[in-house]
């Protein structure tokens, strides 16, 4: 897949085929609303998704993780 092939899905349309893989074990952290903006501009809302391979509790503690490794740096 070329990455211009990426521009005919929607993000919404990216992310469900990426938590459908049974294979896939993580976390996507996402804008609500759909963003092709490069200036971030006011404040954003985001959604996480997971799929059944990690519960809301492993997902609380693995985002906990990243937090604090982004504030170390």
Same mark, same amino acid.
């Given at each position: 897949?070329?990455?211009?092939?990426?521009?005919?899905?929607?993000?919404? +349309?990216?992310?469900?085929?990426?938590? *459908?893989? !049974?294979?896939?074990?993580? =976390?996507?952290?996402?804008?609500?609303? +759909?963003?092709?903006?490069?200036?971030w *501009?006011? !404040?954003?809302?985001?959604? =996480?998704?997971?799929?059944?391979?990690?519960?809301?509790?492993?997902?609380?503690?693995?985002?906990?993780?990243?937090?604090?490794?982004?504030?170390?740096?």
């Amino acid at each position: 897949m070329h990455p211009s092939d990426l521009e005919l899905f929607t993000s919404q +349309e990216l992310i469900a085929e990426l938590l *459908g893989r !049974e294979t896939f074990l993580g =976390v996507v952290v996402h804008s609500q609303d +759909e963003w092709k903006n490069q200036q971030w *501009g006011e !404040e954003r809302m985001f959604k =996480v998704s997971f799929n059944d391979n990690l519960c809301a509790p492993k997902v609380a503690r693995l985002l906990d993780a990243v937090s604090e490794y982004i504030e170390l740096q």
